[in-house]
């Protein structure tokens, strides 16, 4: 009896620091480094300066992720090399 209660303590002990540590990682983002959102990138198009949370991500012919202004800019974005 005692070897069970033992058992199914740890077992309950296990489970509950296994789920905060779950719950603490799924709430992180990556993109909440200090200074990911602040930063300013420029529109290879428009030759803009736009921070980087208002930019969008495209990529190019190559592969290579560049960051636009606004929409009208998408289209060129995706030609270059």
Known sequence: MTRTTSLLTLALA???SGAAFAEKH???K???????NTAMVTCPIMKAKVSRAKAISVRTKSGKTVWVC??????SAKKLK
């Open 30 to 36: 990556h993109s909440t480094k200090k200074g990911w």
């Open 70 to 75: 606004c929409k009208s800019c998408i289209a």
């Open 14 to 16: 296990l489970s509950i």
């Open 26 to 28: 799924a709430t992180t």
